[in-house]
């Protein structure tokens, strides 16, 4: 299957401060990625999707100022957490839609562990 | 999105097939269903997908009901490395938003 890779794949981080995190769909071009967040022992949330080239898409809840994301190329799309707080402490997902055999699928990558401090 | 129903959790012995069911009983005609796991402190994991024929690949068996209100995974045999949580997942396939429900904890048993 396609491989997503993220980085990093954990981050600690003090109070107010921005976190970047990285996502690449490694051998295929991905015109839409998605943006997960996931809570212990709970499932995971959409937070956004992204398309390359234009504006992400956000879901109800989500404030598109505190969550940037872009999506620069077609194996790049990035999210950064601005001013983080201890309440965006999570595990963060991305995922990559794949055309293969002419099937789509997503495919996701290892995910960013965020801790907040 | 149409909802799914799986069980909570469901044990298995290793070796042997374990058999995921999955409740869609209000699926429209073009929704798949979609079947992924996650591992523990991992991003989740594709497994297979189908319309309403069965399919078949290196890591599972889908079984789509004639009136697609459900669905199976099979695993045919299987493995330590199989324990994770499952999703059963409808979704549109141009639009493509996976919404994930709670899942089915599946451990697999020496």
């Known amino acids: 299957g396609a491989v997503v890779s993220q980085h990093p794949s954990w981050v600690i981080c003090k109070s107010g401060t921005s976190v970047k995190i990285e996502c690449r769909s490694l051998?295929?071009?991905?015109?839409?990625m998605f943006w997960y967040r996931q809570f212990p022992k709970q499932s995971l949330m959409l937070m956004a999707t992204?398309?390359?080239?234009?504006?992400?898409?956000?879901e109800q809840g989500v404030e598109k100022d505190k969550f940037l994301i872009n999506h620069a190329s077609l194996t790049l799309s990035t999210l950064t957490v601005t001013s983080a707080h201890p309440e965006d402490s999570s595990f963060y997902i991305c995922?990559?839609?794949?055309?293969?055999?002419?099937?789509?699928?997503?495919?996701f990558g290892p995910g960013t562990r965020l801790l907040v401090l | 999105d149409a909802k799914t129903t799986q069980p909570t959790s469901m044990d298995c012995a290793e070796g042997r097939a374990a058999n995921l069911p999955c409740n869609h009983s209000?699926?429209?005609?073009?929704?798949?269903v979609y079947w992924y796991r996650q591992i523990h402190s991992q991003g989740p994991q594709y497994i297979i997908h189908?319309?309403?024929n069965n399919e078949t690949n290196e890591m599972a068996s889908l079984i789509i009901t004639e009136d697609r209100k459900s669905s199976t995974l099979i695993l045919p045999h299987a493995t330590l490395r199989d324990t994770a949580v499952y999703y059963c997942?409808?979704?549109?396939?141009?639009?493509?938003?996976?919404?994930f429900g709670a899942g089915t904890t599946v451990t697999v048993r020496a």
């Open positions: 209000t699926i429209s005609g073009n929704e798949y």
């Open positions: 189908g319309l309403k």
């Open positions: 051998d295929f071009q991905a015109t839409t």
């Open positions: 997942i409808a979704a549109i396939y141009n639009d493509y938003k996976l919404s």
């Open positions: 992204s398309n390359e080239g234009s504006k992400a898409t956000y």
């Open positions: 995922s990559a839609r794949a055309t293969s055999g002419g099937r789509e699928t997503q495919y």
